[in-house]
């Protein structure tokens, strides 16, 4: 089946420890993005990616840093230089429509990450 | 700065009512409307996207209309079922945002069979 894999599922880290959360997808989306969820908060931008090789920042990328060496895959790596890292990780992928296309960036998201700093 | 807010919070319904949650975004510069539903342990998913004013979906017994003027969007759902118990979000994507989209905190949605 076509879809986003996050992992893990819940991952528990020590204070000054960087961590790596994996997002892979096989839908043969261009667009990949990360948020990150908290209590009483809208879902917020952590970064996002519109092509292999490139990406920017978003609303909060401080204390996190990507890649995008491939397509499929776009981990986030929460550094130790997050300093409120416990949270909700959700990632997401979307279809980047060209100027000829109507892309109106319907969003299909991974079951979330959920990251808990001791 | 762009918001997106939302309304009620949360609502605890019968199952069999109608229910309804509403959605305001700003209304310049507007492109798309999303609504996702959120269950618990499971992954976000996608009931519409809407970009025409007037606009009107409808999947199964959950309809959204859209007015693109005034900034508003409402989620209806009829004969709601203990099933249709999820968060329901709206987000909001702006011309010219970079496809960034701006979320709101959701209604929480119970169902009491």
Redesign the interface.
Known sequence: DGG?TQSPKYLFRKEGQNVTLSCEQNLNHD?MYWYRQDP??????IY?S?IVNDF?K??IAEGYSVSREKKESFPLTVTSAQKNPTAFY?CAS?I?GLAEQRD?????????SRLTVL | ILN?EQSPQSLHVQEGDSTNFTCSFPSSNF??L?W?RWET??????LF?M?LNGDEKKKGRISATLNTKEGYSYLYIKGSQPEDSATY?C?S?NAGN?????????TSLAVNP
């Not at chain 1, 109106?104 to 979330?112: A, D, P, R, S």
């Not at chain 2, 342990?41 to 996608?46: F, G, I």
């Not at chain 2, 970079?98 to 959701?106: D, E, H, P, Q």
């Open positions: 986003i667009a009483g908060q809208g879902l917020r931008l996002y519109q920017q978003g609303d959700l979307s980047w109106t960036g319907e969003l299909f998201f991974g079951e979330g | 997106v492109y798309a999303h996702y342990a499971k992954s976000p998913e996608a996207v970009t979000l987000a994507l970079n496809r960034k989209l701006i979320w709101g905190l959701g």
